[in-house]
């Protein structure tokens, strides 16, 4: 299982409430990159998956894993290239030479482990809950869950970690993510229970009017919500991936990736 994200504490530059997750390890010390001289790194991301990755209004590739790639391009002073791809193709664009390295929000299995190299994290999703803000819980616990009905989308991993850890809760099963986030705002149930990101853009934006705020959390159990995404590369490209590690490092240590991480999830998940 993955260790949990550290949060960073707000600084005088960031809000007060948002969290920055760091995933680097602050007692690791990675050697600086040793890339041959002239190496041109090509990237490729996501085009359809906003805040992470997508088509902006120019036809340019933009999001949270765009930034974070120029970031770390920038870190190493090595030029690079990025070009969007359809989600069906994405993954083959390393085995076809199209590209040498591939940053999206791909969850990380055995067999893409057995396909890829992988990065340090540069992104987990945690999961949290919501409740109306008028009659949140004091506390989120087992104990306080008891009877509590909690919305969640069913045959989801997030339904798996409640029927697990809060066997007391009702659970109010739905089959969208939309009406189980509407069943709170209406009072239909106490909570609900999912992806930290698109729980907060629905918290800040217009279809919640605003009724509710997180409670509890975040989650971060690697069995049910994955252990986090990071940069994937051709297996045996060790001063590539060794490389891309001492950037994230830097860009964490700098304060870059917290720039970079609240331009795109300006709300927290954390």
């Not at 041109?40 to 996501?46: F, K, P, S, Y």
């Not at 920038?74 to 390393?94: G, N, V």
């Not at 104990?143 to 045959?155: H, I, N, Q, S, T």
Request: a neutral charge.
């Amino acid at each position: 299982m993955a260790s949990p994200a550290r949060a960073a504490p707000p600084t005088s530059a960031q809000a007060p409430a948002v969290a920055i997750p760091r995933f680097s390890d602050p007692n690791a010390r990675i050697e600086g990159p040793d890339l041959p001289a002239g190496r041109v790194v090509r990237w490729a991301t996501g085009d359809d998956y906003p805040p992470f990755h997508y088509i902006d209004a120019d036809g340019q590739p933009a999001g949270f894993a765009v930034d974070l790639a120029r970031a770390v391009c920038s870190e190493l002073k090595i030029a690079c290239t990025l070009q969007a791809w359809r989600w069906d193709t994405l993954l083959d664009t390393i085995d076809k030479r199209q590209a040498d390295v591939i940053l999206a929000m791909v969850r990380p299995t055995p067999e893409l482990r057995s396909r890829f190299a992988m990065s340090g994290r540069v992104h987990q999703t945690p999961a949290r809950f919501v409740a109306r803000s008028d009659k949140a819980p004091a506390e989120v616990t087992p104990e306080a869950l008891a009877g509590r009905v909690v919305a969640v989308v069913e045959g989801s991993a997030h339904e798996a970690f409640l029927k697990a850890f809060f066997p007391k809760a009702k659970l109010k099963p739905f089959d969208k993510t939309d009406a189980a986030r509407a069943a709170v705002k209406d009072g239909e149930a106490d909570l609900a229970f999912g992806d930290a990101v698109s729980l907060a853009f629905w918290l800040n934006g217009t279809s919640s009017a605003g009724c509710c705020r997180f409670v509890g959390g975040p989650y971060v159990d690697a069995r049910y919500f994955g252990e986090g995404v990071g940069v994937l590369l051709k297996p045996g490209d060790e001063k590539l991936r060794q490389a891309i590690d001492y950037a994230l490092q830097r860009l964490d240590e700098s304060g870059a990736y917290a720039e970079i991480y609240l331009k795109h999830f300006p709300i927290g998940i954390w």
